[in-house]
């Protein structure tokens, strides 16, 4: 959610109270801002959009930490993106058009659907969301559950690598700054993406933390051939005692077996129903 940063005592209870009504139950689940897009709505009952070939239900979901906050997006102050470039406009325009067209292969979807990367920093989160911090005083790793993604960070002060070195998550370098951890992550590679940014994306990660079950955790964004100036988010993570389990994404696939082969399932009645209008014509 975005536009006016703060609600109200009395407004975030009504959308609790809301949420508890339509979500409490094992209905479909809603993702990211779908929560708050239909609690401002008078649906009587959620339907997720992919109702049709079946949805994760409410048990899927980690709990929600509510606030008063109204984005994610602490900088600009509105909680808005700024404006994309030309650039990025085509670029975005481009990767709607590819969403629209049936995979060719696995290629042609997301890296998520392909296990390799959720990527990173990851903003949303929906279930085994859940980070792990293992620190020394010469490297921090950071262990994401999905897809078991781990970032080994040296804190020595050594340069990031050459540019010509491109990876999924970026080259990651860390430091301290009083009781600040920050990281710096650049080289991406240009198959990565964050919101369409890609190999020129710049993030810096500050993870401070403010009591003894909380990490005030600010992501900068930065890629002037995507967006008009650097934006911010706040995300705060709160310590958990559940276990992280293995996430074995390639192991079991085969929800993009069952893409590939809907799309050729597709393809095939399209074909079929254009040989049938040019023989009833």
Not at 17 to 39: I, Q, V
Not at 77 to 96: F, H, M, S
Not at 133 to 151: G, K, L, M, N, S
Not at 220 to 229: A, G, L, Y
Request: overall charge negative.
């Amino acid at each position: 959610m975005a536009g006016r940063q703060t609600l109200t005592d009395d407004e975030l209870a009504a959308l609790k109270k809301r949420s508890d009504e339509l979500f409490s139950g094992d209905g479909d689940a809603a993702f990211g801002d779908t929560l708050f897009e239909t609690l401002l709505t008078d649906t009587k009952k959620f339907v997720s959009t992919d109702g049709l070939t079946g949805d994760y239900n409410q048990f899927w979901l980690v709990a929600r930490d509510w606030d008063n906050r109204t984005s994610l997006i602490v900088d600009p102050p509105d909680g808005r993106l700024p404006p994309l470039t030309p650039q990025g406009q085509a670029k975005q325009a481009a990767a709607e058009a590819a969403r629209k067209r049936l995979a060719a292969g696995p290629e042609d979807r997301s890296l998520s659907e392909r296990c390799i990367s959720f990527g990173v920093p990851r903003l949303g989160a929906g279930y085994n969301s859940y980070y792990q911090f293992v620190q020394t005083p010469q490297y921090v790793a950071i262990y994401q559950e999905t897809i078991h993604d781990a970032r080994i960070i040296p804190l020595d002060a050594r340069p990031h690598v050459e540019q010509n070195i491109r990876q999924w998550h970026g080259d990651s370098r860390g430091r301290w700054e009083g009781n600040t951890l920050v990281v710096d992550t650049t080289n991406y590679s240009p198959k990565s993406s964050l919101r369409g940014a890609a190999e020129n994306l710049h993030v810096v990660e500050r993870f401070t933390r403010v009591d003894s079950d909380t990490i005030r955790y600010e992501i900068t964004v930065e890629d002037p051939t995507t967006w008009t100036k650097p934006w911010t988010v706040m995300i705060p993570l709160r310590r958990s005692n559940d276990r992280i389990y293995e996430y074995a994404c390639h192991e079991g696939n085969t929800g993009l077996v069952g893409i590939l082969s809907g799309a050729r399932a597709d393809e095939k009645a399209a074909e079929e129903a254009t040989k049938k209008q040019k023989s009833e014509n």
